[in-house]
């Protein structure tokens, strides 16, 4: 999941040039849609104006604050008509920051958006299976839920901050607290705030529940401690060792509420054979070992499996493979009752529905922060005979347009 894509860049016609728009130019605008971002687009002589702080149905005056060959980028500066789903926006430097695509959105309606996420991507897959997706599952903690967060240091008025970059118009924003980390995590900011010079990226991992953090890089002459090699988390009896370049799920209490509702929905029994594939740290591995007879996992990165085997000195089990899922699977001999997919958020690879098709698990749970490529596996997997049981969206990601999304899915 923590993987990145290479960046597309569009080599279409130039839509702008013709109309002579120039920046600051104020401009009316409908919102009709949202952009894979999460952020509101309307449009202006058929031109994209993607706005962000909008609605569908507002209509919004806006500022010209970035010109691209394909689209405009606006500033939000009245609102003429408020939609229903707006909230007091709770943070200052929403708008600047674009962090949170959704925090002017009631809590209610994110959950509903989500879900709609999650169809539109199904149906786009030609899966009409709208009435097995599950309403939304809320989060505990609306905010200060990420475990992990990623800084950009920048030089502003002689001197080093922490900030994040606008990934619409690119500009740099200084802040002093982020109100989805958790307060770990802000409290550990504040400290480094005076000591940043000669960085560029600051990287913070850290949990409530334990108070163990990782900085990093390492800080010199800096009496707090940095450039641990891991933190420890904690999900219900399980205590995680996490390295810094492992990924590991950034809202604990969602997790604990996946693995709930899988309990609930008996998708464990104590005489299966099953394999974690993509495995992380053992995250899921550890979690399911109680309830089923083997389970084997696989990872690629070596220091998750090294942290993997730490955190699952208690089950005697598990067993892990190191490799690639498309390598490594077929290396399970037995037959699989149970195959948990948590890939990448580029999905699958072609070749692991390949070897799924060749082995033929009982049951499959797949897992992922991609809706879009969530739906696309689900398609591949229904087209070598699997049906689907189940879909449950989890708000992983409260505040922001991004949604964790849970298959069941039975052999034919």
Not at 69 to 81: A, H, L, M, Q
Not at 200 to 221: C, G, H, W
Not at 229 to 237: L, P, S, T, V
Not at 344 to 355: S, T
Request: glycine fraction near 4%; include cysteine; charge should be positive.
């Amino acid at each position: 999941m923590g993987k990145r894509r290479k960046k597309k860049f569009y080599t279409g016609p130039n839509l702008t040039e013709q109309h002579n728009f120039y920046t600051d130019q104020k401009l009316t605008v409908l919102i009709e849609k949202y952009d894979s971002n999460g952020v509101g687009v309307g449009f202006y002589k058929d031109i994209p104006i993607v706005v962000f702080n909008s609605i569908i149905g507002e209509e919004i005056e806006v500022s010209i604050e970035k010109i691209f060959p394909e689209k405009i980028i606006g500033k939000n500066i009245k609102v003429n008509t408020l939609s229903e789903k707006r909230t007091k926006i709770d943070c200052e430097f929403f708008g600047n920051c674009t962090g949170c695509q959704w925090m002017h959105i009631n809590y209610p309606d994110q959950l509903t958006m989500k879900r709609d996420i999650v169809i539109n991507h199904l149906s786009n897959n030609n899966l009409l299976i709208e009435n097995i997706v599950q309403k939304t599952i809320p989060s505990e903690k609306k905010i200060h839920y990420r475990n992990h967060a990623r800084f950009t240091v920048r030089k502003k008025n002689l001197k080093e901050e922490i900030g994040f970059v606008n990934f619409l118009n690119r500009q740099w924003t200084n802040i002093n607290q982020c109100k989805i980390m958790n307060k770990t995590i802000n409290s550990k900011m504040e400290s480094l705030r005076n000591n940043l010079e000669g960085k560029t990226q600051v990287s913070i991992r850290a949990s409530d529940i334990t108070k163990s953090f990782l900085i990093q890089p390492k800080f010199e002459n800096l009496e707090l401690d940095t450039g641990q090699k891991y933190y420890k988390e904690k999900i219900f009896d399980n205590t995680y060792q996490v390295a810094s370049p492992s990924f590991f799920q950034v809202n604990i209490s969602q997790v604990e509420k996946i693995f709930k509702k899988l309990i609930e929905s008996d998708v464990f029994s104590s005489n299966q054979l099953a394999v974690d594939a993509y495995c992380g740290v053992g995250t899921f591995t550890c979690l399911i070992a109680p309830y089923v007879n083997k389970v084997y996992g696989i990872e690629e990165s070596a220091s998750a499996i090294i942290d993997a085997k730490e955190n699952s000195k208690k089950y005697s089990n598990i067993e892990y493979l190191l490799g690639k899922t498309e390598e490594v699977l077929s290396d399970v001999k037995e037959n699989i009752d149970l195959l948990i997919l948590d890939p990448p958020r580029i999905g699958c690879d072609d070749k692991v529905i390949e070897i799924i098709n060749k082995i033929k698990p009982k049951d499959i749970l797949l897992i992922s922060c991609s809706p879009e490529n969530f739906a696309v596996d689900i398609s591949k997997l229904v087209s070598i005979s699997y049906e689907v049981k189940k879909i449950i969206p989890f708000d992983m990601f409260p505040q922001t347009h991004h949604v964790e999304v849970v298959g069941v899915l039975n052999l034919l």
